[in-house]
T-cell receptor, first 112, second 114 residues
Framework: QKEVEQDPGPLSVPEGAIVSLNCTYS??????FMWYRQYSRKGPELLMY????GNKEDGRFTAQVDKSSKYISLFIRDSQPSDSATYLC???FGRGYQKVTFGTGTKLQVIP | NAGVTQTPKFQVLKTGQSMTLQCAQDMNHEYMSWYRQDPGMGLRLIHY???????DQGEVPNGYNVSRSTTEDFPLRLLSAAPSQTSVYFCASRRQVFNNSPLHFGNGTRLTVT
């Protein structure tokens, strides 16, 4: 079983829709949770970063972590064609530990 | 600033050949790492370094060597290429070892081994 599981998609939505991207993880020791966005033929770039449970909002993006159910979510409001990319969730242990464990990514297409 | 620069962008090797993937960062980052990305497998850590002269293995280190003689450079060597090493390779760096700064990725090297 992978430590971080993610539905590969692809997910196709019309412009302006609310997008929900989800991951589950198996290791309860994970404390930091991240979402990376990867455009085609590019490296991943950090989109959102949260510690432990709760919500974090940044513009149209909201990251949510529920540690009781080991569930990580990313919501995109008013989705734009420029949001079309692969979204990778990632987790790591506490401060001082190096390894980041990535999900396999969900490919999102926003249709104009 | 250029960020994390990887060369070459594309490479085709024959089985048994060796090569070095180059990675350089100009952000004075302490931590550097190599990942490979394969369909259905996600990003997997090959090797990482927490500073010049210090390297360690990730989860898939077999068939790869690394060294870190300077803060800026972290080359990845394939000793004897195998078709199973066909992948997209990403170099990533982070400002400091023990903090929550994000990973900065290069744009990858796409390697095919025939």
């Amino acid at each position: 079983q992978k430590e971080v599981e993610q539905d590969p998609g692809p997910l196709s939505v019309p412009e302006g829709a609310i997008v929900s991207l989800n991951c589950t993880y198996s290791n309860s020791a994970f404390q930091y949770f991240m979402w990376y966005r990867q455009y085609s033929r590019k490296g991943p770039e950090l989109l959102m970063y949260t510690y432990s449970s709760g919500n974090k909002e940044d513009g149209r993006f909201t990251a949510q972590v529920d540690k009781s159910s080991k569930y990580i979510s990313l919501f995109i409001r008013d989705s734009q064609p420029s949001d079309s990319a692969t979204y990778l969730c990632a987790s790591r242990f506490g401060r001082g530990y190096q390894k980041v464990t990535f999900g396999t990514g969900t490919k999102l297409q926003v249709i104009p | 600033n250029a960020g994390v620069t990887q060369t070459p962008k594309f490479q085709v090797l024959k089985t048994g050949q060796s090569m070095t993937l180059q990675c350089a960062q100009d952000m004075n980052h302490e931590y550097m790492s190599w990942y490979r990305q394969d369909p259905g497998m996600g990003l997997r850590l090959i090797h990482y370094s927490v500073g010049a002269g210090i390297t360690d293995q990730g989860e898939v280190p077999n068939g790869y060597n690394v060294s870190r003689s300077t803060t800026e450079d972290f080359p990845l060597r394939l000793l004897s290429a195998a078709p199973s090493q066909t992948s997209v390779y990403f170099c990533a760096s982070r400002r400091q070892v023990f903090n929550n700064s994000p990973l900065h990725f290069g744009n990858g090297t796409r390697l095919t081994v025939t």
